[in-house]
């Protein structure tokens, strides 16, 4: 399914509500992640945003791969209402963020 946990999804889903505070953190923060888990969390937020299927899961992770052309972070940075595609598309594949959300915001 995906290539990065769950826990880092909720990460950059927080930051991304505060980004006009934390641009800079969730830039690092993408920025570090493995290839496969940028590719991942592009599939994921072209999911939620209606631009692949939920089933189209392996096929939104090829292509992100392959269209690359830019910093992932900067792609993502630059796409409105990232947090809430993010959101969508973890509803999309049948999970849900807000267990760990909660367990994140409480330092678990």
């Known amino acids: 399914m995906l ?5 880092k999804i909720v990460n ?13 953190e969730l830039r690092s ?7 496969d888990q940028q590719a991942s969390l592009v599939a994921l937020m072209w999911v939620g ?13 090829r292509t992100a791969m392959a269209e690359a052309t830019t ?8 796409t409105p209402h990232l947090a809430d595609h993010l959101e969508s598309g973890l509803e999309a594949l049948g999970l ?5 959300q909660d ?6």
């Open 96 to 100: 849900s963020a807000t267990q760990a």
């Open 103 to 108: 367990d994140l915001m409480a330092g678990r």
């Open 12 to 24: 950059i889903i927080l930051m991304a509500h505060e980004l006009d505070r934390a641009s800079a």
């Open 29 to 35: 923060f993408i920025d570090t992640l493995a290839k």
């Open 3 to 7: 290539d990065i946990p769950l826990r």
């Open 49 to 61: 945003r209606g631009s692949f299927e939920p089933e189209d899961l392996a096929e939104a992770k």
């Open 71 to 78: 910093p992932t972070a900067d792609y993502l940075l630059g």
